[in-house]
């Protein structure tokens, strides 16, 4: 390819300040060092944990940064010692890194990996390389990555645990939204939740996460799953995925939770919040059936609010759990995952309603944060 070992010149959208437009600007990206990758991003879609991180009212965000972690794209080269990789490879990169040796990755409980800080925001975690370097320099400054994939530039570094190998035939367009939004929303169904055949489900917010995991219920064998959104307009979705029944809030003359327990005489097994928030916490928990109901906490809101909890709630025989990535061990499951999708076990498509070209990255936030959009893939 001619660039390998050098320095590429390349269009990247960077957030130099927070609660401002991303400014599309020529970047350097370096080349890869031992066990690094450099990939060439084709697709990348939106997602509102980008967006959080540039929100003034998060306070930890390191600036200035290449944001983006759902994106697929082709190895453009490799650095020394990666043997899982070649030049021209199909991948997806990966917030949550798999090494395959230490504790967590060797334990079947968790996708945890101690390359993650465990300690940190995982929203500013993995913001430099591991010489705590940076790949990307503009303007003679050097950027911070995000989440150790940045995707939102023609070219990104990510360490070869960061990064799966996938089919060659695959539709980068739409495999990029296994990079988090889908496996997330589907796998917090099957692997966190643990959802039962023959079960009650509410899943509230209904974006591409809270989309996927209806998906997730549907396949796990839920009986009926209730879903809850103040937009009336996600419903037919929602629907279409197999949802049994639409709830908007600020169209009910009671909370949210109050009209799940009387449709579900007491409550659901099984509540999964996609939203975030202390009022949809709440709602979550409180519409879960005590002796057995299940929380699964997926979205978080831009200033990380909790929840208040009281032991009685514990102790009457509810649980809450949380997901991230969607449980999935990052690097062995996204492969069987996107061969599924070409296997046609789910739909992606019914996700996407809207590809843009990748100048008109601005316009996809606004479409975004005004909730006009499910999820958004940009192109290069």
């Known amino acids: ?28 990206v370096a080349p890869p060092k031992a066990h690094e990758v450099r990939v060439q991003i084709i697709a990348t879609a939106l997602c509102h944990t980008d967006a959080h991180l540039i929100n003034p009212k998060f306070k930890e965000a390191l600036l200035p940064v290449i944001l983006g972690h759902e ?29 395959r040796k230490c504790k967590f990755c060797l334990s079947p409980l968790t996708n945890f990996c101690k390359k993650l800080s465990l300690v940190k925001n995982p929203l500013v975690d993995q913001e430099l390389m591991e010489d705590k370097t940076s790949r990307f320099t503009c303007k003679g400054k050097p950027i911070y990555h995000f989440m150790g994939t940045s995707t939102f530039t023609q070219y990104t570094v990510v360490s070869d645990i960061n990064l799966a190998k996938i089919d060659d035939d695959a539709n980068l367009e739409r495999v990029c939204l296994f ?17 039962t055949p023959g079960s009650t489900c509410a899943v509230f917010g209904l974006g591409g996460v809270g989309l996927s995991a209806i998906m997730g219920c549907k396949v796990a064998g839920a009986s009926r799953i209730i879903a809850i959104d103040i937009n009336s307009e996600k419903f037919t979705k929602a629907k279409a995925l197999g949802a049994t029944d639409c709830l908007n809030p600020r169209n009910l003359d009671k909370p949210i939770q109050e009209v799940i327990i009387e449709m579900t005489n007491g409550g659901v097994d099984f509540a999964l919040d996609c939203a975030g928030g202390p009022e949809t916490m709440r709602a979550a928990l409180d519409s879960t059936i005590v002796g057995w109901g299940s929380c699964t906490f997926i979205g978080v809101d831009s200033e990380m609010r909790g929840l208040m909890v009281s032991p009685v709630e514990l102790i009457m025989g509810r649980t809450i759990n949380g997901t991230c990535f969607g449980g999935w061990k990052s690097i062995d499951s996204i492969p069987k995952l996107v061969t599924d999708y070409k296997n046609k076990k789910f739909d992606l498509d019914i996700l996407v309603t809207h590809t843009l070209p990748f100048d008109k990255i601005n316009e996809a936030f606004d479409l975004m944060n005004q909730g006009k959009s499910i999820r958004i893939v940009l192109t290069f």
């Open 71 to 99: 994106g697929a794209g082709i190895v453009e080269s490799v650095g020394p010692g990666v043997t899982n990789f070649k030049p021209g490879d199909k991948v997806i990169p990966l917030y949550m890194p798999q090494c």
């Open 1 to 28: 390819m001619g660039t390998k070992g050098k320095v590429i010149k390349c269009k990247a959208a960077i957030a130099w300040e927070t609660g401002k437009p991303l400014c599309i600007e020529e970047v350097e």
């Open 179 to 195: 990079g988090c939004g889908f496996s997330t929303g589907y796998g917090a169904a099957i692997n966190n939740a643990k959802v």
